[in-house]
């Protein structure tokens, strides 16, 4: 567990020529999602960071299961890459 009882999530990218990447995580609530209700709950929104190249955040889950998507952009906001991994606090 993070500090104030949320867990510390993040991810690295090979490189970050010049700090001109972006990074952005979002969280869907599978739950949520099989209620047929809005999932997504959680995003840090496009961030760059001012050295190195990783990014990080503090997400305070309830009970349950989750998807967490992890986003690259390159310095004019295309998409260059995306990863998914599954996330339970039961």
Request: hydrophobic content about 30%.
């Amino acid at each position: 567990m993070g500090e104030g009882g949320g867990y510390l999530i993040g991810f690295e990218t090979y490189d970050n020529p010049e700090q001109k990447y972006s990074y952005e995580v979002l969280i869907l609530d599978c739950t949520l999602l099989a209620e047929n209700k809005p999932a997504w709950i959680y995003s840090t929104g496009k961030c760059s960071v001012s050295e190195g190249n990783a990014f990080w955040t503090i997400w305070q889950p309830l009970y349950g299961y989750y998807w967490t998507l992890f986003r690259v952009y390159d310095e004019n906001g295309k998409l260059i890459d995306e990863q998914c991994y599954g996330f339970q606090n039961i």
